[in-house]
C-alpha cells in the first residue's frame, strides 16, 4: 500500500518521441505536484494542483502537460523530448499548501 | 527572491561522531522550514519541520534542527552519525505569504566505518 506510487520507474526513449508518466496517491490529499530533479539533485517544482485545479505552473516548456483526471491522480505528458529532458521526475502530495510532501519513487528520463 | 543556502555540498563524519548540515534562508519573515532526506534511487522522505512555537525541533532518526531568527538558520544536527545516515540531505523553506517550496542544492553526507 504505497502512499504516492508513479510509473514507470525507468523511461528511456529516443528524442522527438512523446511519452507520459502517470502518478497516484492514497492518502487523501488535496494537493499534488511534479518535481524535476537534475543530475546535480537540484530539485525544482514544476506544477501544482490543488483539487484538480492548477495552481503552480513554473516556467516549464509547453511541451509538458499535466493532467489531473481526480484528486488522487496526476499525470505528466512530454511532447517532442529533447535531451535536456532526461531527468529523474518526482510526483508529491501533500495535504495542503504549506504541509510536508510525501514524494513517490521517481521516474528516471533517458532521452537518447 | 527567497533562497536557501546549504553550506557543503558533500560532508564527511565517521561513525559516532556529531553530524552537523548547514542550512541558511533568506527572508525578513520567519518561513516555515523543512529537512528532507533521499537515500538512493528513492523520493524525498520528511525528516522534521518547523512552523511555529518550539525553535529546538525533533525529528525521525535521531535528527533536530535549531531555529534561530538572529542567523536565519536551521542548522540539522545528529549527536552519533550512524552507518545507516549516508544519504542527500535538503533544507526547504516555504517562504511567508506562499505556498511554494523552495529547495536547497543539498548536502551529500558520507559515514566512514
Known amino acids: 500500500d504505497t502512499a504516492v506510487s508513479q510509473t514507470p520507474k525507468y523511461l528511456v526513449t529516443q528524442m522527438g518521441n512523446d511519452k507520459s508518466i502517470k502518478c497516484e496517491q492514497n492518502l487523501g490529499h488535496d494537493t499534488m505536484y511534479w518535481y524535476k530533479q537534475d543530475s546535480k539533485k537540484f530539485l525544482k517544482i514544476m506544477f501544482s494542483?490543488?483539487?484538480?485545479?492548477?495552481?503552480i505552473n513554473e516556467t516549464v516548456p509547453n511541451r509538458f502537460s499535466p493532467k489531473s483526471p481526480d484528486k488522487a491522480h496526476l499525470n505528466l505528458h512530454i511532447n517532442s523530448l529533447e535531451l535536456g529532458d532526461s531527468a529523474v521526475y518526482f510526483c508529491?502530495?501533500?495535504?495542503?499548501?504549506?504541509?510536508?510532501?510525501?514524494f513517490g519513487n521517481g521516474t528516471r528520463l533517458t532521452v537518447t | 527572491a527567497q533562497s536557501v543556502t546549504q553550506l557543503g555540498s558533500h560532508v564527511s563524519v565517521s561513525e559516532g561522531a556529531l553530524v552537523l548540515l548547514r542550512c541558511n534562508y533568506s527572508?525578513?519573515?520567519?518561513?516555515?522550514l523543512f529537512w528532507y532526506v533521499q537515500y538512493p534511487n528513492q523520493g524525498l522522505q520528511l525528516l522534521l519541520k518547523?512552523?511555529?512555537?518550539?525553535?529546538l525541533v525533533k525529528g525521525i532518526n535521531g535528527f533536530e534542527a535549531e531555529f534561530k531568527k538572529s542567523e536565519t538558520s536551521f542548522h540539522l544536527t545528529k549527536p552519533s552519525a550512524h552507518m545507516s545516515d549516508a544519504a542527500e540531505y535538503f533544507c526547504?523553506?516555504?517562504?511567508?505569504?506562499?505556498?511554494?517550496?523552495?529547495f536547497g542544492t543539498g548536502t551529500r553526507l558520507k559515514v566512514l566505518a
Open positions: 526547504a523553506v516555504i517562504p511567508s505569504g506562499t505556498y511554494k517550496y523552495i
Open positions: 508529491a502530495s501533500s495535504q495542503g499548501l504549506d504541509s510536508p510532501l510525501h
Open positions: 527572508s525578513s519573515v520567519p518561513p516555515y
Open positions: 494542483y490543488n483539487n484538480k485545479e492548477l495552481i
Open positions: 518547523y512552523t511555529t512555537g518550539a525553535t
